[in-house]
């Protein structure tokens, strides 16, 4: 069965870095998010992306976020200079919409700002 | 704006006990998406179903049955005779049907199932 895939799993970076979080959505899914948590809180949307473009994002998506759809199987967050408030798990989730709107997620990586 | 909330941050039954987690939402839109997720230990989030909000039909899936009320705004998720791989924190979640679509989920609720 087709899943999203995310990578790494755990990145550990310290304050003022740039990271890019990766993930790999279904193979024939259109629309792609990227979501947060934050240690035992609940799940935040981020950013919707649809048709190359963002088509929602959230007021957690400051001008320190972008995403970016480098190919055809890539979607990737890249956080430009990192705080200790970004450490979560962050997960990318991708739907077929109008043939089911349910979005499926991937396993999540876990990022760490010391 | 969308909201969802689940009032029970925490549940533990004994194996075999029903249980139910009750989610209640908000929403100006006439037309919307109801889900349910599951959070495993392992962090990973597991879709369950999805709802269409013109659709008040309850549905039952093995031991997993769900309660749309639209009077109520409600989506409440029961199982049946529970078993400790349920264990899992469960999220209760709304979309726009139009727009992006973004999911809003609650807090979230944490069930332990003890042997």
């Known amino acids: 069965e087709p899943e999203v895939t995310q990578t790494p799993s755990h990145q550990v970076t310290q304050m003022g870095q740039e990271v890019i979080l990766r993930c790999v959505p279904i193979s024939n899914h259109l629309y792609f998010y990227w979501y947060r948590q934050i240690l035992g809180q609940k799940v935040e949307f981020l950013v919707s992306f649809y048709n190359n473009e963002i088509s929602e994002k959230s007021e957690i998506f400051d001008d320190q976020f972008s995403v970016e759809r480098p190919d055809g199987s890539n979607f990737t967050l890249k956080i430009r200079s990192t705080k200790l408030e970004d450490s979560a798990m962050y997960f990318c989730?991708?739907?077929?919409?109008?043939?089911?709107?349910?979005?499926?997620f991937g396993p999540g990586t876990r990022l760490t700002v010391t | 704006a969308q909201k969802v909330t689940q009032a029970q941050t925490e549940i533990s039954v004994v194996e075999k006990e029903d249980v139910t987690l009750d989610c209640v939402y908000e929403?100006?839109?006439?037309?919307?998406?109801l889900f349910w997720y599951k959070q495993p230990p392992s962090g990973e989030l597991v879709f369950l179903i999805r709802?269409?909000?013109?659709?008040?039909q309850n549905e039952i899936s093995g031991r997993y049955s769900w309660n749309f009320q639209k009077s109520t705004s409600s989506f409440n998720f029961t199982i049946t005779a529970s078993q400790v791989v349920d264990s899992a924190v469960y999220f209760c979640a709304l979309s726009e049907a139009l727009g992006a679509q973004k999911l809003v989920f609650g807090q979230g609720t944490r069930l332990t199932i003890n042997p």
């Open positions: 929403t100006r839109d006439t037309t919307y998406y």
């Open positions: 989730a991708s739907s077929k919409r109008g043939q089911g709107p349910e979005q499926y």
């Open positions: 709802r269409n909000s013109f659709d008040e």
